[in-house]
Nanobody, 123 residues
C-alpha cells in the first residue's frame, strides 16, 4: 500500500515557476514508477510526465516538454515536478500516481493516486 500526498501548488503568473512535491508512504516507494497527471475543469485527466523507479528514464507530454522536469529522491520517498515557463493552459489540478512495473502514460495503469494540488496560472 502506498499513500501519496501532493503539495506545492498555487497561483502564479504566466512565465513563472512552481515545484510540486509528492510525498509517499511505504517502504517500497523505490520500486514504483511514478507519474504526474493533470485535470482541468471540464476536461479529461491527462498525462504530464512519468519516470522509472530509478529516475533515469522519463517521458513527457509534448505540451510540457522542455518546460517541466520530473525527478525523484528515493531516500526521501518523494517525487517532484519542476514547472517552468508556465502558461494559462497549464492551469489544472495536478495529481501524482504510483504504479508497479514500468512507467506509463496511461492513467488507468496506475495503482495509487494522491488527492491533487491546484495550479493556477494567471495571464
Amino acid at each position: 500500500q502506498v499513500q501519496l500526498v501532493e503539495s506545492g501548488g498555487g497561483l502564479v503568473q504566466t512565465g513563472g515557476s512552481l515545484r510540486l512535491s509528492c510525498a509517499a508512504s511505504g517502504r517500497t516507494f523505490g520500486s514504483y514508477a511514478m507519474g504526474w497527471f493533470r485535470q482541468a475543469p471540464g476536461k479529461e485527466r491527462e498525462f504530464v510526465a512519468t519516470l522509472s523507479w530509478s529516475g533515469y528514464n522519463t517521458l513527457y507530454a509534448d505540451s510540457v516538454k522542455g518546460r517541466f522536469t520530473i525527478s525523484r529522491d528515493n531516500t526521501k520517498n518523494t517525487v517532484y515536478l519542476q514547472m517552468n515557463s508556465l502558461k494559462p493552459e497549464d492551469t489544472a489540478v495536478y495529481y501524482c500516481a504510483a504504479k508497479s512495473a514500468g512507467r506509463s502514460v496511461v492513467a488507468g495503469s496506475y495503482d495509487y493516486w494522491g488527492q491533487g494540488t491546484q495550479v493556477t496560472v494567471s495571464s
